[in-house]
């Protein structure tokens, strides 16, 4: 049975060019850490983005269970000697993502609600079906909270946003997934991820959730494809895929447990 429908959030539920508010939102928060460490902004820009980027590839040991905020605090401290966590230095970063970047937004970055997105949750909430954010955890809560209001759907009635503080590893990792369903109490195959990113909205390993893929081709794990306005539009056949598939799934169990 399905139980929770889980949403990506950039390109999903927000139309946003995911690449240029990156490197609006990069450039800005190594600046400010250039200001803090007193250092040259080149070499704190390349420490800021280097931590971003082992973040979102997982490039830490198996045994790290510490949050992905720790990871990259420590990432930053280790080489320009800033504590991300100081409660000072902390609250200069989370001033600028909750006062100034909500303004950053421009013709480049052109974020704004996603057609179909308010339809499709409305959708989801009219079945009694449990909602959830899954959007990749390499932000805080105000950088996420950001783009919500951007797209319009910063009331949405998520049960759970993945952020730098609840997670400890990022898309497309099973771990981070499974994290989230814990959480949620949910197992996976009572869940359907809604999202556009083939590489990451699809775990990898596959961990037994299915995906409902935001574009125009359907990658093969794909249980339905479409545009985020179909979405609302054919929940009907997309829940009907969704329990065709678990059946499939649990009837290729059954035959592996048997032989």
Known sequence: MLKAVLFDMDDTLVDINLSAFIAVWAKDMAGLLADVARKNPLA???TFTGA???LNNNAREDTDTGTN???FNSF????CGVPLDDPVIAEVFRYYEREVLPRRNDGIIAARPMEGAREALEEVASRGLRCALLTNPCFSPECIGCRMA???IADAPFELITTLDTSTRCKPSPTY???ALEKLRLEPSEVLMVGNDPKRDFPTPDCGIQTAFIGGKQPVRATWAGSMAAFARSFDEIEERFLERQEHNLLELVQDVRS
């Open 52 to 54: 971003v980027l082992n």
């Open 177 to 179: 997934y499974l994290e």
């Open 76 to 79: 930053i401290e280790q080489r």
């Open 69 to 71: 905020r720790a990871f």
């Open 150 to 152: 951007w797209g319009d």
């Open 44 to 46: 704190t820009f390349a």
